[in-house]
């Protein structure tokens, strides 16, 4: 069955630290959602709300329709910012305890741990104790935990952080592998690029709210359009008392201007033209890294 992950208006303070403020957003059945946002602006306190291992002050979080609950717990595949294995258990031991304790029987448990861990490539580390695996393998280990008990639902708080492009490639297929199957997958990162590859959806978050939730067209399509110009001889400041456009930066006769939806390229190349040559002039949509920048400094 699929499911649909629902975060209705939580909120969530520490103290005087208001770490999430009436945040919405869903997750839907086969979906990859990226989860981005600075550091420290909520997100994996919001992760842990949707596991239920913390409460929100108010709001609710839904699996199809019904409360997080331990129940609906054990069908969720998490793994954690600060990762959360022992260390000196032995690898498959450790992972068949963790398929069981979600409830799945001890020969359905170790039929999957071969299976995964052969999958995610540590196959010939089931003996050795945690502690004994390098970071990277570890982490593997981490996702090999959240896959074990076939969740119906994917929580990863940066599951990407620390690993090598081989694991990341590894890691990268087998998300878009559960994603086909149905489940909703949601994981949280600062590495854009492959945000901006991988997720169907993507939430950006500052300061406990969510500031943009789409596609990575819709909000590439919403944020405001760059334009690269290379005028050698222009001054700094040349295009300062245009409306609505922004300087980004100048540097050795390149500027990169941001430009409000109103705003007539032509005219832009137009004043260029008055300081001099213009070599190059060229508008690009801006990447996810660009409308994050837009996003958290706004
Ligand atoms: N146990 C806690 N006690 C007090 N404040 C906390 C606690 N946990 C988180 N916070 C605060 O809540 C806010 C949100 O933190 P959170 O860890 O959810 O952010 P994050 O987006 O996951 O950050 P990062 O990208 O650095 O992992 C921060 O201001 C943080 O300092």
Same mark, same amino acid.
């Given at each position: ?28 059945? @086969? /979906?990859?959602?990226?989860?981005? #946002?600075?550091?420290?602006? @909520? ?15 108010? *709001?609710?979080?839904?699996?199809? *329709? ?15 910012? /600060? ?8 690898? %498959? ?9 979600? #409830? ?8 999957? !741990? ?12 089931? #003996? ?24 119906? &639902?994917?929580?990863?708080?940066? =599951?990407?952080? %620390?690993?090598?492009?081989?694991? $990341? ?7 878009? /592998?559960?994603?086909?199957? #149905? ?30 939730? *789409? ?13 690269? &110009?290379?005028?050698?001889?222009? =001054?700094?400041?040349?295009? +300062? +008392?245009?409306? *609505? !456009? ?16 109103? !705003? ?13 040559? $213009?070599?190059?002039?060229?508008? +690009? ?14």
């Amino acid at each position: 069955m699929s499911h649909t992950l629902t975060i209705d208006g939580i909120s969530k303070r520490y103290g005087d630290v208001v770490a999430l403020d009436d945040l919405s957003f869903e997750v839907r059945p @086969g /979906e990859i959602f990226g989860f981005v #946002g600075s550091n420290g602006a @909520g997100k994996t306190t919001t992760m842990r709300i949707a596991l239920g291992v913390l409460s929100a002050d108010s *709001g609710e979080v839904r699996l199809s *329709g019904k409360p997080v609950d331990l129940d609906v717990r054990r069908t969720i595949g998490y793994m954690p910012e /600060e990762r959360g294995l022992y260390p000196k258990m032995k690898v %498959g031991k450790q992972l068949a305890y963790l398929a069981e304790l979600h #409830g799945i029987s001890r020969s359905a448990a170790r039929n999957a !741990v071969a299976r995964w861990t052969e999958r995610l490539g540590i196959a010939d580390r089931v #003996g050795d104790t945690v502690d004994a695996l390098s970071l990277g393998n570890q982490q593997r280990v981490q996702l090999a935990a959240a896959l074990v008990h076939d969740p119906a &639902v994917l929580v990863l708080d940066e =599951p990407f952080s %620390g690993l090598d492009p081989v694991a $990341v490639d590894v890691m990268s297929d087998v998300l878009v /592998e559960k994603a086909n199957t #149905g489940v909703p997958v949601i994981f949280s990162s600062h590495q854009l690029e492959l945000v901006q590859r991988l997720c169907h959806r993507v939430g950006i978050i500052s300061h406990g709210r969510m500031r943009a939730v *789409g596609t990575v067209d819709e909000l590439r399509g919403g944020g405001n359009a760059r334009l690269e &110009v290379h005028a050698p001889e222009a =001054p700094v400041g040349w295009a +300062h +008392h245009l409306d *609505g !456009v922004t300087t980004i930066s100048h540097l050795d006769g390149r500027t990169l201007l941001s430009l409000d939806d109103h !705003v007539d390229d032509q005219l832009v190349l137009h004043t260029a033209l008055k300081t001099g040559p $213009v070599h190059e002039f060229s508008l +690009h949509r801006p990447t996810l890294t660009d409308l994050f920048r837009e996003v958290v400094t706004a």
